[in-house]
Each structure stands twice: as structure tokens, then as C-alpha cells.
């Protein structure tokens, strides 16, 4: 084969790679968009904007509403609700399992069959397959959380032993979606040191097999995020929710 012929192939196979990268940006970023944030604005409107779907401390709220509204009135008790739920509850909550379908759902990962553990997937680094539980981020976990992390690899761990599958404790990991290493909380360095926690850029390189996928899919979000169309629903959200609660029996309102 001559040097030119292998000069093209290579060059073929650097676009080709390209060319894949680019589209599963792409994708990712839709799916972002479609799954994560227009699911936010619709459970938004839907269903956090009814006052059935709150448990109330009527003591709380009335505090509440003063320090946001200086007044203990409908739109400040909507706006003690609704903020918190809108603005940390409901997306965080959805998130790591809306990543995790993803993954599942792009053929990147299969759903795990052993307990425990949220995906598998081959390894485009090392070519191994990994066993992976998946967190949102670097200060996800509580001290609490960490012991039972570490019996559950374990158990995993022996289960793999007795059943004489081909795994090591490098094989089961954290993977933690955004940060990096610097960021990770001492709960998730004193697991590192039985089981690796694959944090940001390094995971998704291992999931997609491309080394900068994270860091140019951090600025495709950006991009899209700032030209999203969010319809003001936040605001539609608690002005629905204040008109229900100033027609509600649980508050009288001078």
C-alpha cells in the first residue's frame, strides 16, 4: 500500500470521527433541551403551579412570603413554594435519571442488569466494559451516603467473584456528570480510593470515546441555553398558583 493511499484512509477516518463527534453534540444538546428544559417548563406549568402538590408548613410560609414580599399575601406565598420547587427540587431531582436514559437511549450504555449499578458500558479508553453508578455532580453525596457506596460495589464485587465474571474494582466506577477533579467533595476522594469516581471531561470521554466531547458540549449548552425561548413561564407558574391559593380555604388574607 502506498504512502499516500494511507495517508488518505487516515485522513478519511479523521473525518469520519469528526463528523460523528460534531453529530452526537448535536444530539446530546437537543436531547438537553427536549428532555431536560422543556420537560422543566412544562412540569413547571402543569403540575407545580397547582397548590395540591405542596405539603405545607403554614408557619414557614407565612415567614416565607414576608421576607420575599414584605406581606403575608397570595403571591408571596406562591413565590415561598414555587421558588425552591422550580428552581432546585424539580430539575435536580430528574436530572442524573434524565442523563441516564440518555446514554441508554443513544446506544452509548445499557441500562445494568446488576443491582446497584445504573449503566454499562465499554470503556473507550481501555476497551474494558465498566459497571457505573451515575451522580450529578461533585458535592452530590453526604458522609452518610458514603459507607453504603462502598458495600454496594463490594457486594457487587463479590457477586462478579462468585459468578466468575471478568471484573476488578477498576471496573465498577462513580461516574459523576460535571466538575473536575479539583471539585470533588472528601466523601467521594475516600471512595476513590476502593473504586475510581470518573469525574466531567475524563468520564464522558469514556462513555463517547472523544477526549474534548465535555468541554464542547458545556459550550453548545451555553449556546443554546442563552437563545432558549422560556415563554415566561416561571412567571405564569406562580401567578397560576397565587390565584389558587388566594381562592383557597387554607389561608385567610386581610
Not at 444530539?27 to 397547582?50: C, D, Q
Not at 437511549?105 to 449499578?117: D, Q
Request: aromatic letters at 12%.
Amino acid at each position: 500500500m502506498c504512502k499516500d493511499t494511507v495517508i488518505c484512509r487516515l485522513i478519511l477516518k479523521d473525518y469520519i470521527c469528526y463528523m460523528y463527534e460534531n453529530q452526537l453534540l448535536e444530539i446530546v444538546t437537543i436531547y438537553f433541551k427536549e428532555k431536560i428544559f422543556e420537560n422543566h417548563k412544562i412540569n413547571s406549568l402543569k403540575t407545580h403551579s397547582k397548590l395540591k402538590s405542596y405539603k405545607i408548613n403554614p408557619i414557614l410560609v407565612k415567614y416565607l412570603s414576608k421576607i420575599l414580599e414584605d406581606d403575608f399575601s397570595p403571591i408571596g406565598i406562591a413565590k415561598a413554594l414555587y421558588y425552591p420547587r422550580i428552581l432546585g427540587t424539580s430539575i435536580n431531582t430528574s436530572f442524573g435519571t434524565r442523563i441516564q436514559n440518555m446514554f441508554v437511549e443513544l446506544n452509548l450504555a445499557e441500562g445494568s442488569l446488576i443491582k446497584g449499578m445504573d449503566i454499562e458500558f465499554i470503556d473507550k479508553i481501555d476497551g474494558r466494559k465498566k459497571w457505573c453508578q451515575l451522580k450529578s455532580g461533585p458535592n452530590t453525596i453526604n458522609s452518610e451516603d458514603v459507607n453504603p457506596l462502598i458495600r454496594k460495589f463490594t457486594t457487587v464485587t463479590n457477586l462478579a467473584r462468585t459468578n466468575a465474571m471478568n471484573l476488578n474494582n477498576s471496573d465498577l466506577i462513580l461516574g459523576v456528570l460535571y466538575g473536575n477533579e479539583a471539585q470533588l467533595s472528601q466523601h467521594y476522594k475516600k471512595i476513590d480510593q476502593q473504586f475510581p469516581v470518573i469525574i466531567g471531561k475524563e468520564f464522558w470521554h469514556r462513555i463517547t470515546g472523544f477526549s474534548e466531547f465535555y468541554d464542547k458540549l458545556v459550550l453548545n449548552l451555553d449556546e443554546m441555553i442563552l437563545n432558549l425561548d422560556t415563554e415566561d413561564f416561571f412567571k405564569k407558574g406562580y401567578m397560576a398558583l397565587a390565584k389558587e391559593i388566594e381562592s383557597s380555604d387554607l389561608f385567610k388574607f386581610e
